[in-house]
């Protein structure tokens, strides 16, 4: 679906994250952004940018000052086919997975911007998203399974976009 041949020119400068499912009881994810770019650890995790974690029956997303940003919930019949996160009563994006096998995914956000994703898929084990056909996220799986590492096109990298990963990476991980 989405083909990455050559990396592009807004990869030298953007700013890695990772997703991490913590585990337990709820999968709870956070979404960090390393010191200076510097390798992520246990000692050294990185500036807290986001939480998703599992309250009563929707996910609530928390910034790194501890913010309530919205809550994602489940919608329609599948439970595993759709979510919406909403701001209070407003929706701020809908991700849809757009294959059987929850490896292509389209989050429509409230600007009216669409973004595809490929996420990991057996041997597949890279993130790519797409916007207009041009790439706004490149990454991959690893060290463990319950890290995403990826980075986005500097100024799309808002909360509502790693929300989104967030959601896909917690997904994922429960199949």
């Not at 797409?130 to 990454?139: F, I, K, T, Y």
Request: with cysteine.
């Amino acid at each position: 679906m989405i083909a990455a041949h050559t990396p592009p020119a807004w990869l030298a400068g953007a700013r890695w994250h990772y997703s991490h499912v913590i585990g337990g009881a709820s999968d709870p994810v956070e979404v960090r952004t390393p010191e200076d770019d510097a390798a992520a650890s246990d000692a050294k995790p990185g500036q807290l940018r986001l939480r998703v974690q599992r309250i009563a029956r929707t996910l609530c997303v928390v910034d790194g000052a501890g913010c309530e940003m919205g809550h994602i919930s489940k919608d329609g019949i599948l439970p595993w086919r759709r979510y919406v996160m909403r701001r209070g009563s407003e929706i701020v994006w809908t991700l849809q997975t757009t294959s059987i096998v929850k490896k292509h995914h389209s989050v429509s956000i409230s600007d009216g911007s669409v973004w595809r994703f490929d996420t990991p898929f057996f041997w597949w084990q890279q993130l790519v998203a797409v916007e207009n056909d041009a790439p706004r996220l490149l990454g991959y799986v690893g060290p463990t399974k319950r890290v995403w590492e990826f980075a986005i096109e500097p100024g799309r990298d808002g909360i509502e976009i790693m929300a989104a990963v967030a959601t896909m990476h917690r997904s994922w991980w429960r199949s």
